[in-house]
């Protein structure tokens, strides 16, 4: 049975959810060709409007997202006719200006708690040195360009060929051949390139042929320290990419219009399940997940026993139905709560993310801690 969810919030935003509902997929990009790989129950989610309030922005996220959109400024050359001298302050300014402002949509998403400071964020320092060193360094070999040196022809490219599509972060050209680029603008350095990056790869290489007739030569991931793991494109391998996950669209869309149960196309796991938006919801996730996971973060539905307001904070004691603490604890309880995030006694709720106490089945909620109701 599919899991109703309404959101406990300020506003007391109620959305009677009975389970994702998408329509059929009209196109397929490389992103959710991985999600059909992974967990096709994900996409469905996410292909669901309904479920749009569930995909918050996160300080990794957010960091990712400036540092991509300052990668791609510069390769466009918003940055080529300031001051050399003025270059890494700009970029700085540029930088504080758009974290900030995210920083107020994550603190409006996220109402459990107050949302750390940036300079708190992990790998906040570490990504801001790297990007600002790698930037500067770019605009310099934009104005003084090497012999040799590779031209970039297109940043933030669509391509497409439907039902495929996509947008290619960078396209450059060197006397070798055309070379796909996707910026990695996350504070952790891949050590080697990920099977899912290269499929993403690919999937661009057979992009750019449809709309060229030529294969690219190469395709890589830039990391944020500038170098990049790279390969020498397949034709055969692109276009088996192509043909795999076509596949997995025709077979997504067969379930959809059949209108039987998405549930089947759920993979529940530590891999596909640790950063997806819409484990509150998802009645595989919680049917599956266990102490064994490893998980330090505490996920549990249950049903609601008592509720305490003690003014500032509130407390919640819950029947466990599911989730990944001790098989042994039967019952949970919840502190922390803001008094307008309380539930009522009787409810049946959802709790992700909470961090768990010294006490068994004790649990605290932090500000990235999420609540929801299933009826």
Not at 74 to 86: A, K, W
Not at 112 to 127: A, C, H, I, K, N
Not at 149 to 156: D, F, G, I, K
Not at 301 to 306: A, D, E, T, W, Y
Request: glycine share 8%.
């Amino acid at each position: 049975m599919a899991a109703e969810c309404i959101r406990v919030a300020p506003t007391v935003t109620r959305l009677g959810l009975s389970g994702p509902h998408p329509a059929r997929l009209t196109r397929l990009s490389p992103s959710a060709a991985e999600s059909l790989r992974g967990c096709g129950l994900q996409l469905a989610f996410r292909s669901d409007p309904e479920y749009a309030s569930f995909r918050r922005p996160r300080p990794s996220a957010v960091m990712g997202t400036v540092g991509h959109a300052l990668l791609e400024a510069v390769g466009r050359g918003d940055f080529d006719d300031i001051d050399e001298d003025d270059v890494e302050d700009r970029l700085q300014r540029s930088w504080d200006a758009q974290i900030a402002e995210m920083q107020v949509d994550i603190q409006q998403a996220w109402p459990m708690g107050s949302v750390p400071p940036p300079e708190r964020w992990p790998g906040y320092q570490l990504t801001r040195v790297r990007l600002m060193r790698l930037l500067v360094e770019q605009v310099v070999r934009r104005r003084i360009p090497h012999r040799g040196e590779a031209r970039v022809l297109a940043t933030e490219e669509w391509l497409e060929a439907l039902p495929l599509c996509g947008r290619a972060d960078r396209i450059e050209y060197s006397a070798s051949g055309v070379e796909l680029v996707d910026l990695k603008s996350g504070w952790t350095l891949l050590s080697e390139l990920q099977a899912s990056h290269r499929r993403q790869l690919l999937f661009y290489a057979y992009l750019w042929n449809q709309r060229t007739g030529e294969w690219p030569t190469r395709a890589s991931v830039q990391r944020l320290d500038g170098t990049r793991l790279a390969f020498e494109v397949n034709s055969a391998e692109a276009e088996e990419v192509v043909s795999e996950a076509l596949v997995l669209l025709n077979n997504f869309n067969q379930v959809v219009e059949s209108g039987s149960s998405l549930s089947g196309l759920g993979n529940p796991s530590t891999s596909t399940c640790r950063y997806c938006e819409f484990r509150p919801a998802c009645a595989r996730f919680f049917s599956a997940i266990s102490e064994e996971w490893g998980w330090y973060l505490k996920s549990v539905l249950g049903r609601v026993k008592n509720i305490h307001n003690a003014g500032r904070f509130g407390v919640i004691e819950l029947l466990v139905e599911g989730g990944n603490l001790s098989e042994e604890v039967k019952e949970a309880r919840l502190v922390g709560l803001p008094p307008a995030l309380l539930p009522k006694e009787g409810w049946r709720i959802s709790i992700v993310d909470a961090i768990p106490t010294r006490v068994p089945g004790g649990l605290r909620a932090s500000w990235e801690t999420q609540l929801w109701v299933w009826d």
